[in-house]
């Protein structure tokens, strides 16, 4: 279930001018990552696919991580 929800794709981030890292889930912003944890995520986020970078923010933002998520059918 949970990679078919990561497909869509709900995740997407933006980093700005002073280096923060501004994450999305669904278009809503939903944390930021700021200093050396920034940074990391950074070189985390570098060359990677979509699905990669889907799964990086879903462990970082806490979200799709328990496995026992309920499904909205």
Do not use: C, W
Request: aromatic share 6%; glycine share 6%.
């Amino acid at each position: 279930m949970q990679e078919n929800k990561l497909s869509e794709r709900p995740f997407s981030y933006k980093i700005t001018a002073n280096g923060k890292i501004i994450i999305y889930y669904n278009s809503r912003q939903i944390m930021i990552v700021t200093g050396s944890n920034s940074v990391k995520l950074q070189s985390k986020l570098l060359d990677k696919s979509d699905r990669q970078v889907q799964l990086i923010l879903a462990k970082i933002t806490g979200n799709f991580k328990h496995g026992n998520e309920r499904s909205n059918k």
